[in-house]
């Protein structure tokens, strides 16, 4: 589970926000500094991060696995769950990068720049399985939405190896497999503007439709990947367009309670365990985890560049309320 949805502002103003659908809560904001070194699991090799970053992830022995989060330079990267279409590696591959599916965000945040520069650099990537890792992790299937200042959003998906990427001028990511067929799909829902409907690389727009809604159908309330995506598409469509970050946050949030799982234990096991969103031009991180029904923000600023050791910060898991005695 989990949806992601990408906003644009009057101002120019991108605000990249997701639900993060789990079992438990496991991870909590972290920034992790420039030149940061860590080890991959898969062969214990020592990896070199160049730039600094702040999102939500957790501490491991040797590393961090983070989630997702935005960087010095407003590149933001979020993995999902995936589902009937990974391939991963088993045997070795030594002259590239050898990493588990879970380190990539990690990895592609702390060293490039910009979506553009991930593509150029995919294939010298191997997303490894556990088979014959050091530390076994298994299989894990993820797969990975990428965007930057220039509005450019991407889904990198480990279908074939190197990866595939696959332009997303909608904005909106869920799990399911075949992202074309939830766009064929979403035509029932919203009339597509005829110039987004291309593979060639485009910018994310304010609005993905033509405003034109008549005869069309109104989203169901299911919490399948191709609910949430046409849910999140629609209203993301309908909803004014926010003027400024602080407008985006508010807008986001609200967009999310659409997508948003709550406890349902007696049918699925995972839920929201929190929401998030960055803002790629002021490096912002906010978050909120479940219980907690409030927003925490977390800034990247110039001084934190500076920083030689990562930062772990507590996590504020429960409700608290502004009580009014009279």
């Avoid at 080890?39 to 990896?47: A, I, K, L, P, S």
């Avoid at 109104?218 to 367009?241: E, N």
């Avoid at 709550?262 to 985890?289: I, N, W």
Wanted: proline share 6%.
């Amino acid at each position: 589970m989990c949806t992601s949805i990408l906003q644009l502002a009057q101002d120019g103003t991108h605000l990249f926000s997701r639900t993060m659908d789990w079992h438990e809560l496991e991870s909590g904001p972290v920034f992790s500094p420039r030149n940061y070194q860590w080890v991959r699991d898969f062969d214990g090799q020592t990896v070199t991060n160049r730039y600094a970053i702040i999102g939500v992830g957790r501490g491991k022995e040797a590393a961090i696995d983070m989630s997702d989060g935005v960087n010095e330079w407003g590149l933001s990267v979020q993995k999902l769950t995936f589902r009937n279409g990974t391939h991963l590696y088993d045997d070795p591959r030594p002259e590239t990068q050898q990493l588990a599916p879970y380190e990539l965000p990690f990895y592609l945040m702390g060293n490039f720049k910009s979506v553009a520069e991930i593509i150029e650099h995919l294939p010298e990537i191997s997303l490894m399985s556990g088979k014959h890792a050091q530390i076994p992790y298994g299989y894990p299937e993820l797969h990975y939405a990428a965007t930057d200042r220039t509005g450019r959003c991407v889904i990198i998906e480990p279908t074939v190896q190197p990866m595939n990427v696959i332009e997303n001028p909608l904005g909106v990511v869920t799990n399911a497999f075949d992202f074309a067929h939830q766009v064929e799909q979403l035509g029932d829902y919203i009339n597509l503007r005829a110039d987004l409907q291309t593979t060639a690389p485009s910018k994310v727009a304010a609005q993905s439709g033509t405003g034109r809604f008549a005869g069309k159908k109104v989203p169901t309330s299911a919490y399948t990947p191709t609910g949430r995506f046409i849910r999140a598409a629609y209203y993301r469509d309908k909803t004014d367009q926010p003027k400024n970050e602080q407008e985006a946050v508010i807008s986001s949030w609200h967009l999310l309670n659409s997508v948003t799982v709550p406890k349902l234990s007696r049918y699925q096991q995972t839920y929201s365990v929190y929401r998030s969103a960055t803002c790629l031009e002021s490096r912002s991180y906010y978050f909120e985890p479940y219980h907690r029904l409030g927003i925490t923000k977390y800034q990247l600023t110039d001084e934190m560049l500076n920083w030689q050791h990562p930062h772990f910060y507590d996590i504020d898991d429960q409700l608290h309320l502004t009580e009014v005695m009279r």
